[in-house]
């Protein structure tokens, strides 16, 4: 190879850094590590989708409360309209609870990051199983599952 070929050449198309054999022992400790990782994504994801129905709960309730307050406008045709409304609930509940709008939308967004990460576990996993089966493939075809 010349100098400009092995200039050229990226760290992804060097083979040999692919080539670092896996033992059964390594293999096993994938699968051990996989099976971890999705256990705790499984109770990671679970704790998320509890608290974000403890969000959506109390930020509804706020919403019902602001609502039937007596204070709260009615809308009318040739008068108050929905949004002067809404703004004035969001106000209320803001000034009455904090901030449980973006409570809620916080609690919803890091649901969908448990549930993103569950999938991201689920193909590292699924990837992990057919290395091992593929190591297991490989040692028992040399000689070398004893």
Known sequence: MSR????EQMEWDDPSLYVD???LLDAKRHHQWA????????????AASSAEAVAAKAYQ??????????DC????????TVAYRDAWI??????????????YKTAKMTHQAAQDHVGVVKT??????????????????????R
């Open 4 to 7: 400009t070929d092995h200039g």
């Open 21 to 23: 054999p896996l033992s």
């Open 35 to 46: 099976v971890r990782a999705m256990f705790e994504a499984g109770k990671a994801l679970k």
């Open 61 to 70: 309730m706020a919403v019902y409360e602001a609502t039937l307050h007596t």
């Open 73 to 80: 406008p009615q809308v009318r045709s040739a008068g108050v």
């Open 90 to 103: 969001a106000d209320w509940i803001q000034a009455k609870y904090g901030d449980l709008e973006w409570d």
């Open 124 to 145: 590292l996993a699924y990837s992990m199983g057919q290395l091992g089966s593929v190591v297991k493939q490989i040692h028992g075809a040399v000689g070398l599952d």
